[in-house]
């Protein structure tokens, strides 16, 4: 089954690391008829405005979505930045942040790391789609 994806006028989506834009005036409708990586525009985070250990643990694991040839790399550093986040909310008794960083450590364990951005994102207030615009990566 085919997953369907609906775009504004000039909404933006990255597909396996491809950045498309909707250049009607008009929505559209997508039908993405095998496995790829995506990720809406209104989803992205910029690295500029992850502030905080949490955004930046958004990021990472949106890099493990985006960069496969990465990946490995960004797994790694999700892994340590998770623990080190982990145990500074354990010292100062934050069970609500240690329970999500657990899942999320879950999740992406599980290469379920659309759920993981979705857990996240409402904790670190990732919204601003149309004012962000995401970064557009010059093909070698």
């Known amino acids: ?4 994806l609906k775009l504004r006028p000039n909404e933006r989506l990255v597909v396996n690391g491809a950045l498309i834009r909707n250049a009607s005036d008009h929505g559209i409708s997508i039908h993405l008829l095998n496995r790829a990586s995506l990720l809406h525009e209104r989803d992205i985070l910029l690295p500029e405005h992850a502030k905080t250990p949490l955004s930046q643990l958004y990021l990472l694991i949106q890099d493990i979505l985006l960069d496969t ?3 490995q790399k960004h797994r790694k550093a999700f892994v340590h930045m998770a623990a080190k986040i982990y145990a500074k909310n354990l010292s100062a ?4 942040t240690c329970g999500l960083i657990a899942d999320l450590i879950k999740l992406v364990a599980e290469n ?3 759920r993981a951005l979705r857990l996240l994102k409402p904790a670190i ?4 789609g149309a004012s962000r ?3 557009v990566r010059k093909a070698k």
Do not use: R, S
């Open 93 to 96: 008794k934050d069970n609500t």
């Open 125 to 128: 207030g990732v919204t601003a």
């Open 112 to 114: 379920d790391v659309y």
């Open 133 to 135: 615009k995401p970064a």
């Open 1 to 4: 089954m085919a997953l369907v």
């Open 69 to 71: 040839a990465g990946e």
